[in-house]
């Protein structure tokens, strides 16, 4: 018995060695909840169904841009305010059901309706009108033009589902990309395998398999011992260097939409005194907690913005570590002699990390920081939702999410209507220049106002094995497509 | 002179140096645990630093030192607490089932088989999750489960004394239940809950290291022998000592602690057999 | 013997009810809800509320209450707020791999414990004892995840004969699940079978010195056969206790050995579900694991009778 | 060439010498008793025959067992031994067997173990028919009986037909009957004696009560601190033994009777009106432990309860004593309802059975004695306290020093000093002594008996005498009380009752009762017997 089993096992190695590796396993450290991109923010959902099982109007590359999706191309009207997308044809869901206009109608209506559970409701907002002229086209008109609405119905939370479908998405995702929903063996992997009938052209691995491992020292043991070929994002910077060091393995450090950031309660005495604020910024030494919290793998950022952005202004250098400016700061804001704060930490080990760093930092200035670890639930009970908080560590994901200082009830409560204006503007202007112009502007004022400290962009650690081609190196947004991966020396 | 058995001096041998160690760690410790020296990171143990540095350059010693005595105040407030309740619950039970109430001895019992029934670790974790992480919330979720095995191990040495002749005789002499249990329980029962009271330190001190593995525990920047396991498991690889010396200390100190009980136990008894395997699973 | 039986399923029956009361009012003063969970750093309370409303969280506490344990008798557990999928097929597919890693290292550890014991027993005071129980004291004193790192960094790290983590599925074939269950099984059977063998030890020195083991000798039976015939099975009683305290405890005691080996266990289904807020399956859970504990009790108590005639009566 | 001859055996534990130069041999069909006190060595004699002795121990000298000196043999060599030649059976009965096991299969056991060559359905039978021949019939007990479904009599009986089944040529039985019942204990050793003369064994009886051998014996061994004090046949060793010893033990087992002076006042101190007490089984089920008993405690009198084990007379006690409720009926106690309350507590006090749990193992002599103090409303002073301590030490034969040690320091007979001495303290006006003499050794029971009657004339104390024990009893009490079932069966002058029993249960107690004078008699009439 054991004998014949060993026989098939190098009989099935054999077929693997002579066909070249077609599938390939992939190390995922959150398990998405559901895999539903339109329900609920988590981004384990994009990591898996993002490009693969789901595709939208419009695609975001590794690059961040925007390109072409289940539309082809589009027209924008000289308002800014009308798009006209032109489907691709012969576009089938994955239970066979053919993909029309009607589905985009469907699916942003479905967003936007009241009681959606959308997380990204405020994409469909602008909207006021969808016209289906033909199967293959539809317009969208927007009440006023936007210059970030295309980048936003690239994200997850406007892909494109079916009416017959779409209630099962959850558990049972059907969508129009590369790769149908296989299975999902809850809290171990979830599978999914080749759409031989994708519309663009079928991607070369013929299956993929996610296998959730939460324990970062599984994580490393994995992919040493060969179970994974592939960690899009490995959760121990730490060991990095011990692949780097590997010729297995290829490790590459990019970049994700994560700016990470001592969110400060700018509502709350003290930190309502901007030089307050002030002070902690030059207390802060980046340097010291990318070396220290992310084994120098990370970079360093003076505003909220993402790094590799055309758009991003280095302010690092507007508050340079400098101890005795911080406490001079301090001084002039009446606490020569410190005060007390406490500091809550979402688990994630960035956060954690950072935060003991941070505590021992802000401590050289006087102030004293009481850590408080929470989970995430505690975590957007009290700071999230109840401003129930003086500090926190915590890395905001989404791409583009300058425009949360606009909003004077987000949770650092940051209210100050020149920044408003800025974000306003940028939301009625539909010229690009002037735009970016305003990124700009918007990125120098919170950095001015040191609304929170600003540390870092979250790095994003690819490993994988030498011979895996075509994975991602960033993630401007939370994905990893697929459909250009392969095993060099396959077929 | 009987000479005192090997385990006990063995056992309190290793528990006195933790507990010098914790001592110490309250005027010195070799370096500041709070401070983090980024460049002196994952230095290999030498004469600066005996048992090496971590991640963020701390001297792994120092953070042992204060670790244990973290360990072993949570664990004595723990096990205090466990006590404290335990005892007399197992005390009025007792007495009140002897004088022919078996009402609230039931409704202990049933209540002791109902915690019994729940996972600790699990229960310790719904707490904290409850409450919060920290030290205050693993005291309580570790002292909740020692209450139960107080009680119980209370109310079977008091059942098996009450009917010894002396409480009769005390009886006799028109002694209220809650003054026998006093006088002549208590004293003769003290031994046991002294044993009892060795094995569950010990429990507890693997209880808070669990705990502040997954995170509940000792919260930062104040070090746990747990936390520190927690941290270097990613280490490992090429900080070894990092999961040696805190996994070490733990072992060392509840091998004192367990070898310590079985000592004293032969000291004060040699007749009391060994019982404490039904409690350690917890 | 149907008297001692109905007994004890009248007390298992109200200490599950109780259960249920108590596990529900814990859960019920958890802060923090599944809705916000699931929608992160959003903005968006219009949507939480909506997903609020969509996952029944709305409802009157005695409603749920009854709705939860109604439904838990008709096997249905609801509907997770997290997977959307029913709570009771994700608990079945963890059980398909909790039990089996539980019974494992149950195994395992009374296969070390018991021959331990009884050999340090019966050589009591010599160095084989002083030595076995020694190297227990130590097993005691190993907290298992440690341990469980130490078997990682030796195993799949240096010598690389076992996979360090994961899980293939039983679809891949029984043996390859045993040799990945084998390092969380070592992990969790030796701290149990240091203990183990310790109970087994005393409680063979205690058989030993009954009368009807002098009884025995006086047949002409030696101490060994003496031992076999007549000791163990007393002995084995007090383990028995053990045995059903160690199943439930490594049941759900893997939460952290789950974790390192990533074996998607019902340790780890729980605690990523309370820090989700997955309230639904944190309860169903937790039941069943009072369940189970309150069942192995019942079985250790039948088990006993089996084994001790004198219980078969259920007299005192 | 004797079945079994002991020669110079000496046997040192850790060095500690237990037996010294043993010297006893068996014949076959003869019944030796080994008799002694507590510590004398009579059941390591025992033992060291079956050499099955503790650890550590160490052996010289010669057992020789037909022809062979089992102190050279291996141990392999005497599992063959106990396998075929030697039998044994223990004290305790009620653990003797293993009750995870049906009495069947133990005899089985130890019938296949003796003869090899019977097949399963042959060594049942012999079970069966060893069970019958010790009395328990097939009917009754079938082989798949469990152990716990035996009473201590029954058991002990299950034990003699496991020896028994191996043929051997000598028993060993070590205190075979002192756990049980008198009527059980005569039974068991009829049995033993019967079962000798029909087997042809020898029986090596261990025993510390001389009245309970003396019937059976042929031939007598008097033990002391290790060493034999001196040995004859039963016949003339009464009349011949030199040893003071001996003598002693004689006289102590012997019943004497002495005239009482009966001039009892008329006041009546304990009045037991109807008293009954219930205790719940399982389900509506109840027993009544004490069934409307009423009897009266004049002031000097002192009264003996008599009946066996589970009779009620443990729980009649803890009614009088007030420390368990009864169900109705009355108790008067200087005329005064007495159900608990402190303030009538000091008129009545106890005195146990087991010298070593009697008292709080951590508190000296002089806080036990004292603890009846706590009745009295106006506390005396810590000093009047303690002379009054001294006072009572006095009393009880011990010394003022006494006061300031640990019980554990004391022998038993001290232990039941001291707790008489605590009885004493109020000047209580009953003393309830449960079965107070039962636990200690003959001549030590002897000198605690004469120590109660002293302190009964000198201080006007009456006594409640609990006691499974008719002759214990007989010199003490005025009147007796025979218990069954909890009821009184019968009541009555001391005297009347011992020399006229009325009630049958009464009868077959004091036959039952070991009687060394009644003994040797019968054994003289059976001497005759076979002359003629």
Redesign the interface.
Known sequence: MKCLLQIMMIWLSGICASFGQNTINLGLQLEPPNLDPTSGAAAAIDEVVYGNIFEGLVRINQKGEVVPGLALFWELSTDGRSYVFHLADGVKFHDGELFDAEDVRYSFNRARAAGSTNAKKYIFEPIVNIDVFDPLTVMITLNHARTDFLFNLGLGDAVIVNESSAANNAFNPIGTGPFKFDKWVRGNSINIVRNDNYWGGAPSLVSATFKIITDPLSAYTAMMAGDIDAFPNYPAPENLFLFNNDANFEVVIGLTAGETILATNNKKAPFDDILVRKAMAHAINRTELINGAMFGNAVPIGTHFAPDHPDYVDMTELYPHNLSKAREYLKDAGYQDGFTVSLKLPPPIYARRTGELIAYQLEKIGIHVEIENMEWAQWIDQVLRNRNFDLTIVSHVEPMDINIYANANYYFGYDNQEFQKIIADIDESSDPRLTSELYKKAQIKIAEDAVNGYLFQLGKYGVWKNNVRGMWDNYPIRSNDLRNVYFEGGN | MKSLPLSLLVGSGLTLIFIIMAGLSFVWTPYDVTALNIDQKFLDPSLLHLLGTDHFGRDVLSMIMVGTRNAIAVSIIAVGIGMIIGVPLGLWVAGSRMNGGSFFDEILMRGNDLIFAFPSLLMAIMITAVFGPGVINAIIAIGIFNIPVFARMTRGAAMGLWSREYIMAARVCGKGMWRISYEHILPNILNLLIVQATIQFSIAIIAEASLSYVGLGTQPPMPSLGRMLNEAQTMIFFAPWLAYFPGGAIVTMVLGLNLMGDGIRDVLDPKLRQRKGQDVVA | MLRFISKRLLSLFSTLFVATIVIFLMIEVVPGDPAAFMMGLSTNTEAADALRAELGLNAGVLERYFGWVTGMLSGDFGISYTYRVPVSGLIFDRMLVSVPLTVYALILSTVIAIPVGVIAASRRGTAVDTTLMGVAQVGVAVPNFWFAILLVLLFSTSLQWFSAGGFPGWEAGFWLCLKSLTLPAISLALPQAAILSRVMRSSVLEVMNEDYMRTARAKGLSERQALLRHGLRNALIPVLTILGLQFSFLLAGGIIIESIFSIPGLGRLVFQSIAQRDLIVVKSVVTLLVMAVVMITFIVDLAYAVVDPRLREGSN | MSLLNIQGLLLSIHGSEILSNVAIGVEEGQIVAIVGESGSGKSMTASAV?Q?VP?GAEMSGNVWFMDDNLLDKT??EM??????H???V?Q?PM????????IGK?VI??VR??DKSLSKDQAREKAELMLHKVGLEQTRFPLNT?P?KLSGGQRQRV?IA??LS?NPRLLIADEPTTALDVTTQSQIMKLLKKLVKQENMGLLLISHDLAVVAEVADHIVIMRNGKVIEQGNTDIFFNEMSDDYSKELFAASKLTFKDKKSEKSSDIILDIKNLKKDYKL?GSKKLRAVDNVSFRLKKGENIGLVGESGCGKSTLVRCI?????YKSGEILLNGEVFD?Q?EL?KH???V???PF??????HMVKR?VA??F??IDTPLSSTEQLSKVEEMLNHVGLNADDMDKYSHEFSGGQRQRI?IA?ALITEPSVIVLDEATSALDVLIREQILELLENLSENLGISYLFISHDLTTVRNITDRVLVMKDGIIVEQGPTNEIYNNPQHPYTNTLLEASPDITKALNDKRNELDDNFV
């Open positions: 079956m099955l650890n141990e392999a599992c063959d031994v106990r396998k075929n030697i039998g044994m223990f305790e653990t003797a067997l293993n009750p995870v096991q049906t133990q056991e130890a173990l003796a469990y716990h034990v496991i020896a191996q399982s004593l007030g420390v368990e409720a608990g402190k507590r009545i006090n106890a146990f059975q087991d749990g009697s008292f709080n193992p951590r036990v603890e009846p706590y009745l707790a605590r």
